[in-house]
T-cell receptor, first 111, second 115 residues
Framework: DVKVTQSSRYLVKRTGEKVFLECVQDMDHENMFWYRQDPGLGLRLIYF???????EKGDIPEGYSVSREKKERFSLILESASTNQTSMYLCASSIISYEQYFGPGTRLTVT | GENVEQHPSTLSVQEGDSAVIKCTYS??????FPWYKQELGKRPQLIIDIRSNVGEKKDQRIAVTLNKTAKHFSLHITETQPEDSAVYFCAASRESGGGADGLTFGKGTHLIIQP
C-alpha cells in the first residue's frame, strides 16, 4: 500500500512564526503536491513538484514556499504565518499520470 | 487557469435510489477528470477517473460520463448505501510533459443517504 505521511496531525502557531509542514511518501513517486482544504472551498493547489529540487506554483502560492531536497520528502514552508493561513493542509503524491494519494492532513491553527 | 464548478453542494437521497453529481470545467486542454470521496475526518480517496479519450466509465455501482464538447462530466451512483455518505469532489487537470499537473477541484458535494 502507498503510504503518505505528514509530520503533524494538529499544529498551533502564532502569527509571524515560521512554520514547516513535512510530507514523506514511501513509494518512489515522482510527483508531490500540497493543497489546502477549507470548508465550502474544496481543495486548492498551493505548490507541486515533478522531481527533486523542482517546484511549480499552483493556484494559491502567495505566502508559501516549498522544498524538495529528497525524492520522498516535500516540505511546505510558511515564512511568516498569518491567521488567514489557518486551514487543513493535505499532501499528495503520484506516479506520472496516475492517481494522487493523499496524506492524513495537518490541521494548522494560527493565533 | 482552470475553473471547476460542482453541483449540488448538498444532495440527500433515499437508500437504494440513484445519486448524480455534476461538474463543469473551463479549460478545453484539461484531459484528466478524477472523482474523490472524503469520509468525515479522513483523507480524500480516488473512486473513479476518466480521460478525455473516453466518454463513459463504470465500476460496479459507480459510473462517470464526460461530454468534452459541453465541458462537463458527471458522477452517477446507483443503488446507494449508507456507506456512500461522504463528501465527493470532482477535479480536472492537464497531463503534460510526461507528468500530471496538480488537480483543480470543485468545491464538493455532501451526499447524505437517508435510511
Amino acid at each position: 500500500d502507498v503510504k503518505v505521511t505528514q509530520s503533524s496531525r494538529y499544529l498551533v502557531k502564532r502569527t509571524g512564526e515560521k512554520v514547516f509542514l513535512e510530507c514523506v511518501q514511501d513509494m518512489d513517486h515522482e510527483n508531490m503536491f500540497w493543497y489546502r482544504q477549507d470548508p465550502g472551498l474544496g481543495l486548492r493547489l498551493i505548490y507541486f513538484s515533478y522531481d527533486v529540487k523542482m517546484k511549480e506554483k499552483g493556484d494559491i502560492p502567495e505566502g508559501y514556499s516549498v522544498s524538495r531536497e529528497k525524492k520522498e520528502r516535500f516540505s511546505l514552508i510558511l515564512e511568516s504565518a498569518s491567521t488567514n493561513q489557518t486551514s487543513m493542509y493535505l499532501c499528495a503524491s503520484s506516479i506520472i499520470s496516475y492517481e494522487q494519494y493523499f496524506g492524513p492532513g495537518t490541521r494548522l491553527t494560527v493565533t | 487557469g482552470e475553473n471547476v464548478e460542482q453541483h449540488p453542494s448538498t444532495l440527500s437521497v433515499q437508500e437504494g435510489d440513484s445519486a448524480v453529481i455534476k461538474c463543469t470545467y473551463s479549460d478545453s486542454a484539461s484531459n484528466y477528470f478524477p472523482w474523490y470521496k472524503q469520509e468525515l475526518g479522513k483523507r480524500p480517496q480516488l473512486i473513479i477517473d476518466i480521460r478525455s479519450n473516453v466518454g463513459e466509465k463504470k465500476d460496479q455501482r459507480i459510473a462517470v460520463t464526460l461530454n468534452k464538447t459541453a465541458k462537463h462530466f458527471s458522477l452517477h451512483i446507483t443503488e446507494t448505501q449508507p456507506e456512500d455518505s461522504a463528501v465527493y469532489f470532482c477535479a480536472a487537470s492537464r497531463e503534460s510533459g510526461g507528468g500530471a499537473d496538480g488537480l483543480t477541484f470543485g468545491k464538493g458535494t455532501h451526499l447524505i443517504i437517508q435510511p
